[in-house]
């Protein structure tokens, strides 16, 4: 079974912060997706990266990086100068399957504050 | 480009009636839906998945008879929230991948908020 672990339930930063979110993952499949999710207020879920298990190159994107590393199974994922806009829950999740079923961590809400 | 819309966003309703969302694929096929449930503060978790033409298969814990899902077209599918109480209330959301183009996608509904009084 695969799980997924964000430990920091929620974080409070001070903008212009720079802010890790971290996330934890289990599988026994040697091939599978790491995802991450930004959730406004608004409740939709928006697409911010998608890792498959052969690629440990990290990335940016803009303010937003992210750490993989198959080593400690985790993904992180840092925004750089934080902003009040950056305000939302950030899921990470897992698939095993490219456009299978997701697997949810818990979330970490993160509230930036002016 | 493709998208999930649902609907509807918001819907309120009294104690033992049926509620239907709505998740229709925009500009691709969705062979396959995957219906999610998400109570206050906490995370999304997957109620069952669906196909075309064929029954749904739901996660353990979900009954079935209370969450019919029917997907009768590449381009539609629902979930009808049957005989609704308030422990049903929460926020539902469907997710369809999009295969055949080389880099498949997963596009997301924007979700419908249930409050059931």
């Known amino acids: 079974a695969q799980k997924v672990t964000q430990a920091q339930t929620e974080i409070s930063v001070v903008e212009k912060e720079d802010v890790t979110l971290d996330c934890v993952y289990e599988?026994?499949?040697?091939?599978?997706?790491l995802f991450w999710y930004k959730q406004p207020p608004s409740g939709e879920l928006v697409f911010l990266i998608r890792r498959n298990s052969f690629d440990e190159q990290n990335e940016i994107s803009g303010r937003y990086s992210w750490n993989f590393q198959k080593s400690t199974s985790s993904f992180n994922f840092t925004i750089t100068a934080s902003q009040v806009v950056d305000s939302a829950v950030y899921f990470c999740?897992?698939?095993?399957?490219?456009?299978?079923?997701?697997?949810f961590g818990a979330g970490t809400i993160l509230r930036v504050k002016s | 480009g493709a998208v999930v819309s649902q609907h509807p966003s918001r819907v309120i309703c009294k104690s033992g009636t049926s509620v239907k969302i709505e998740c229709r694929s925009l500009?691709?096929?969705?062979?396959?839906m995957f219906w999610y449930r998400q109570f206050p503060k906490q995370s999304l978790m997957l109620m069952a998945t669906s196909n075309e033409g064929s029954k749904a298969t739901y996660e353990q814990g979900v009954e079935k008879d209370k969450f019919l899902i029917n997907h009768a077209s590449l381009t539609l599918s629902t979930l009808t929230v049957t005989s609704a109480h308030p422990e049903d209330s929460s926020f539902y959301i469907c997710?369809?991948?999009?295969f055949g183009t080389g880099d498949e996608k997963l596009f997301f509904g924007s979700g419908t908020q249930l409050s059931v009084l």
């Open positions: 599988t026994r499949d040697t091939t599978y997706y």
């Open positions: 999740a897992l698939s095993v399957e490219y456009g299978n079923k997701l697997v």
């Open positions: 997710s369809a991948p999009e």
């Open positions: 500009d691709f096929q969705a062979t396959t």
